[in-house]
């Protein structure tokens, strides 16, 4: 089991930057890569951006540019640096580890909202 904790969600503004972080605790040797799902109302949930035990990163093509994903091996933490935040961006955004892009264990959520 893995155990995941985000943190770092809220409100900001069009234009503004956030940044989350998600501690793993637990078997976190069962697993190669962690990252970062979102879901907006009405939509499924989609990929955002993941990154590899060995520090290969997957975006979305409509963060690209504007997310960084990385990891603090020291701190089993991985963040995700999100700037020229949109208010499509809105959404809960979930943590998962698990194996490339396929989640095995999911954070509880954190709400970001974009607006003015």
């Known amino acids: 089991q893995v155990q995941l904790v985000e943190s770092g969600g809220g409100l900001v503004q069009p234009g503004g930057s956030l940044r989350l972080s998600c501690a793993a605790s637990?078997?976190?040797?069962?697993?190669?890569?962690m990252g970062w799902y979102r879901q907006a109302p009405g939509k499924q949930r989609e990929l955002v951006a993941a990154?590899?035990?060995?520090?290969?990163?997957n975006y979305a093509d409509s963060v690209r540019g504007r997310f960084t994903i990385s990891r603090d091996d020291a701190k089993n933490t991985v963040y995700l640096q999100m700037n020229s935040l949109k208010p499509e961006d809105t959404a809960v955004y979930y943590c998962?580890?698990?194996?490339?892009?396929?989640?095995?264990?999911w954070g509880r959520g954190t709400q970001v909202t974009v607006s003015s």
């Open positions: 998962y580890s698990g194996y490339g892009v396929r989640a095995a264990y």
């Open positions: 637990g078997s976190i040797f069962s697993i190669n890569a």
């Open positions: 990154i590899t035990t060995g520090g290969s990163t």
